[in-house]
């Protein structure tokens, strides 16, 4: 059973507009949260995280916000740029160390 | 420009055959993970390090994967024997060890196992 999900598995955006991914999990002992950046044959590179206690975290053109009631949290980016093409992670701990990662959404920048 | 280190970056091999390979994460980090991304699965969490000390490898299948940190600059991930099934890439990473620790990738080891 999946306790992090990514229900889109791709988003095409145009460029200058804003990007919204989003993100559901199920373990309510997850209390830290992240989203990583994937380019083709590379690995996971880290983007924004954000703390169980806290409902925004802000970060030049990426925000990400919690709804911790709704268990949901969410990826802004703006205004979306050609070089934000690429797979992004919604990853999730609780706990244990280790991350439990949804299936990524593959975002495209259209000119 | 600290970044964690992995090798091979492919490893082609047959049915049976062992497979090593090699991550060097980040100095000074003292937490390595190893994940393993596929398509049916996406990204999975197989083992993980403290200070050089496996807390948790029940993401791994014990029979035919091992993980082990000789020293605190190299972690390897060996499978003997390999199987068509354990085609994937395979992801190191390092953190500092602290509560709300970011975790960095390597760039994986894509493997086929033929």
């Known amino acids: 059973d999946q306790q992090v999900k990514q229900n889109s598995p791709s988003l095409s955006v145009q460029e200058g507009r804003i990007s919204i991914l989003n993100c559901d999990y199920t373990n309510s002992m997850f209390d830290y949260f992240l989203w990583y950046k994937k380019y083709p044959a590379e690995g996971p590179t880290f983007l924004i995280s954000i703390s169980s206690i806290k409902d925004k975290n802000e970060d030049g053109r990426f925000t990400v916000f919690l709804n911790k009631s709704a268990k949901h949290l969410s990826l802004h980016i703006v205004p979306s740029q050609p070089g934000d093409s690429a797979v992004y992670f919604c990853?999730?701990?609780?706990?244990?160390?280790?991350?439990?990662f949804g299936k990524g959404t593959h975002l495209i920048i259209q000119p | 420009d600290a970044r964690v280190t992995q090798t091979p970056r492919d490893k082609v091999t047959e049915m049976g055959q062992e497979v090593t390979m090699r991550c060097q994460p980040i100095l000074g980090h003292n937490t390595v993970f190893w994940y393993r991304q596929t398509m049916m699965q996406g990204l999975e969490l197989l083992a993980y390090f403290r200070n050089r000390a496996p807390l948790d490898d029940s993401g791994m299948p014990k029979d035919r994967f091992s993980a082990e940190m000789p020293d605190a600059t190299l972690a390897t991930l060996k499978i003997q024997p390999s199987e068509p099934r354990d085609s994937a890439v395979y992801f190191c990473a390092s953190g500092s060890g602290q509560a709300q620790e970011t975790q960095y990738f390597g760039p994986g080891t894509r493997l086929l196992v033929l």
């Open positions: 990853a999730a701990r609780g706990g244990a160390d280790g991350l439990t």
